[in-house]
């Protein structure tokens, strides 16, 4: 299957830093990536689509301002979490969508936030 | 929007016995519904996915059920081996062509232990 990297795949930073997680598409072109948060032992919840050359599109109540999507190529989208706290602290997971529309997922980057 | 519903969150079983995993959806308009595998501190991996058109899919151990008048799918994996223990996601979403890209709603998880 297509591969997806994240990096980092764990971070940690200090509160009120801003830090950049990138998802890349290593073997294909995703003209759509994603990225999702999950807490411990909870399911993936789905935070913004990151469109190639475009705004990304934020499910609602997540803070657009908070939350940086930047999606500059067809393979490579980045979250920045600007002004980060503790309650911040997450697991986050990118994910491109295939020739075939199948979602690939990335490794997921571990955040904690001091 | 689409709501999934994922039984049962824990489920055991002994090595080489069958598991099964049952989802419910809201949303009619779904058409695709992946089922994922996440092990722990990684990201969910695809194992089988079912699109609206097929009522069964399998894939050596793995297969996938779809009930669409009822809503519910399955997941069927037989002979289990302790390598499988993770914990599994469904999910269902729709295929947006014009988009070319699937917009999926993922259920709670399920978190399969299989016992040597």
């Known amino acids: 299957g297509a591969v997806v990297s994240q990096h980092p795949s764990w971070v940690i930073c200090k509160s009120g830093t801003s830090v950049k997680i990138e998802c890349r598409s290593l073997?294909?072109?995703?003209?759509?990536m994603f990225w999702y948060r999950q807490f411990p032992k909870q399911s993936l919840m789905l935070m913004a689509t990151?469109?190639?050359?475009?705004?990304?599109?934020?499910e609602q109540g997540v803070e657009k301002d908070k939350f940086l999507i930047n999606h500059a190529s067809l393979t490579l989208s980045t979250l920045t979490v600007t002004s980060a706290h503790p309650e911040d602290s997450s697991f986050y997971i990118c994910?491109?969508?295939?020739?075939?529309?199948?979602?690939?997922f990335g490794e997921g980057s571990r955040l904690t936030v001091l | 929007g689409e709501n999934v519903e994922q039984h049962p969150s824990t489920l055991s079983v002994q090595e080489g016995d069958s598991a099964v995993i049952k989802c419910t959806y809201s949303?009619?308009?779904?058409?695709?519904f992946p089922w994922y595998k996440q092990e722990l501190g990684k990201g969910p991996q695809l194992i089988i996915d079912?699109?609206?058109?097929?009522g069964e899919k399998k894939d050596q151990r793995i297969a996938v059920t779809l009930n669409k008048t009822a809503k519910h799918f399955s997941l069927h994996i037989t002979e289990t081996q302790p390598e499988d223990s993770a914990v599994y996601f469904c999910?269902?979403?729709?295929?947006?062509?014009?988009?070319?890209?699937?917009?999926?709603?993922f259920g709670t998880g399920t978190k399969l232990q299989v016992i040597p």
């Open positions: 994910s491109a969508a295939g020739y075939a529309g199948e979602l690939f």
């Open positions: 073997d294909f072109q995703a003209t759509t």
């Open positions: 990151s469109n190639e050359g475009s705004k990304a599109t934020y």
């Open positions: 949303d009619s308009a779904s058409n695709y």
């Open positions: 079912i699109r609206s058109n097929v």
């Open positions: 999910a269902a979403g729709s295929d947006l062509y014009s988009g070319g890209y699937q917009k999926v709603t």
